[in-house]
T-cell receptor, first 111, second 116 residues
Framework: GQSLEQPSEVTAVEGAIVQINCTYQ??????LSWYQQHDGGAPTFLSYNALDGLEETGRFSSFLSRSDSYGYLLLQELQMKDSASYFC????????????FGTGTRLQVFP | DGGITQSPKYLFRKEGQNVTLSCEQNLNHDAMYWYRQDPGQGLRLIYY???????QKGDIAEGYSVSREKKESFPLTVTSAQKNPTAFYLCASSGTSSGVSGNTIYFGEGSWLTVV
């Protein structure tokens, strides 16, 4: 089978750092993406890792270890607006962007 | 501005009826997708299309149908065969992928379908 596991919920305070983990088991792997979704809204792209290592984009960073089938999203200097659900997604096919999504992690940021 | 437009935002369906959700994109993307999201859950792929006049089943295609007659449009029909259609439906698109480089997937604002 195939699965992506994430913690269901994470809480933190403004200014803190939080890490959201994702472990995956899929038939085929061509990269790990992260998406943010506010309640009732559309998911928006945050980052993509095809190779091992850390990708940094402003306050957000994403890490991938293919040997461990593991990745994480790191959010720094948390702001209230970061309260949302975060999904990891695996690109399973070489020539399509068809993604398999995890069940999501709901992040709540408190003052 | 470029983007993906889904309509309607909210739709109520009586049991036994077919309904069609519209999705239009002006991003000149080749690939389009339909995902279903249940409350508190992740996204599950219903259908996807990489080129006009061609589409493939995703993981939960039963009870749904699609067409791709134009590059810009990828409507989804929820048929009466779908036994539990109440959900949030998301349309998405992306440029032609090139191997491991990947491409960003852009989502529409979604359509809420409720069976009454």
């Amino acid at each position: 089978g195939q699965s992506l596991e994430q913690p269901s919920e994470v809480t933190a305070v403004e200014g803190a750092i939080v890490q959201i983990n994702c472990t995956y088991q899929t038939s085929g792997f061509y990269g790990l993406s992260w998406y943010q979704q506010h309640d009732g809204g559309a998911p928006t792209f945050l980052s993509y890792n095809a190779l091992d290592g850390l990708e940094e984009t402003g306050r957000f960073s994403s890490f991938l270890s293919r040997s461990d089938s593991y990745g994480y999203l790191l959010l720094q200097e948390l702001q209230m607006k970061d309260s949302a659900s975060y999904f990891c997604a695996v690109k399973k096919s070489y020539n399509t962007d068809k993604l398999i999504f995890g069940t999501g992690t709901r992040l709540q940021v408190f003052p | 501005d470029g983007g993906i437009t889904q309509s309607p935002k909210y739709l109520f369906r009586k049991e036994g009826q077919n309904v069609t959700l519209s999705c239009e994109q002006n991003l000149n993307h080749d690939a389009m997708y339909w995902y279903r999201q249940d409350p508190g859950q992740g996204l599950r792929l219903i259908y996807y299309s990489q080129i006009v006049n061609d589409f493939q089943k995703g993981d939960i295609a039963e009870g749904y149908s699609v067409s791709r007659e134009k590059k810009e449009s990828f409507p989804l029909t929820v048929t009466s065969a779908q036994k539990n259609p109440t959900a949030f439906y998301l349309c998405a698109s992306s440029g032609t992928s090139s191997g491991v480089s990947g491409n960003t997937i852009y989502f529409g604002e979604g359509s809420w379908l409720t069976v009454v």
